[in-house]
């Protein structure tokens, strides 16, 4: 399993399409911070109130993260190699070491997304908010980001071997969580919260009213994942390589 993990690794990074989704995990905090409006108006706002702001949007990097954990999948699938590693190391081997290579991914996604997008916008902030950022006692937000881009690319990872195919996956880990359920979390988190997107948002206590506590939103995203990971056992189960 080992040696199977760091193939995985080793495959996902390979190539010049890993550098286009580290892009994104700074590009997408900036996509939602100006459809927010934000550091705009950061200067009418406290220092507390724009580390909240900073970490809020950071949780948008867990949508990149549950593309991230798919492409795990639908690399292979794209290049046509899924079978063959299937047929060499058998489904379970191969099924158990994405899973595991998908969390590994999530974790790293979010991790160097949250410093990219920093770092991106540490001169915008007004004078005085980057000291308070930097503070001990603004990292304790950054479990529920991780977590919740964890949970993102685990998600991902199952949709990828629900559906096998680069576009239709892409649209549905990235396009369609960053065009709907990201403005229902501001329009109607009552429905939001019940979502994927919304469930991961709860889990990183976004300053959304509506949404549902850390614990709650945790249950809900775990019976998600559960959901899509038998649903991918099933289908695999019964599908040709």
């Known amino acids: 399993m080992t040696g199977a993990l760091r193939a995985e690794l080793l495959r996902y990074v390979s190539g010049y399409s890993v550098l286009g989704i580290l892009a994104f995990t700074a590009l997408v905090p900036w996509f939602v911070a100006n459809f927010l409006g934000w550091p705009g108006i950061s200067e009418g706002l406290s220092a507390a109130d724009n580390v909240r ?28 190699t899924l079978r063959r590693s299937v047929v060499m190391s058998g489904l379970k081997q191969v099924l158990t070491a994405k899973y595991v290579a998908a969390a590994f991914v999530g974790l790293a996604t979010v991790l160097i997304g949250t410093v990219l997008w920093g770092v991106s916008m540490a001169f915008s902030l007004p004078p005085g908010v980057l000291e308070h950022l930097l503070a001990a006692e603004s990292w304790h937000r950054m479990p529920g980001v991780v977590l919740a881009s964890i949970m993102g690319a685990l998600w991902g990872c199952s949709l990828g071997w629900i559906i096998r195919h680069y576009y239709a996956t892409t649209m549905l880990t990235l396009l369609i969580p960053l065009a709907l359920e990201v403005p229902l979390l501001a329009s109607a988190p009552g429905i939001a919260r019940w979502l994927p997107s919304g469930a991961l948002a709860g889990i990183t ?19 998600w994942l559960i959901a899509a990971g038998l649903g991918a056992v099933r289908i695999l189960r019964g599908r040709e390589f």
């Open 53 to 80: 702001t900073f970490w809020t949007l950071s949780a948008s990097i867990a949508p990149v993260a549950t593309f991230a954990g798919s492409y795990v999948v639908t690399r292979e699938s794209y290049y046509g």
């Open 205 to 223: 206590s976004l300053p959304f009213e509506g949404l549902l506590d850390p614990l709650p939103a945790f249950l809900v995203s775990l019976g």
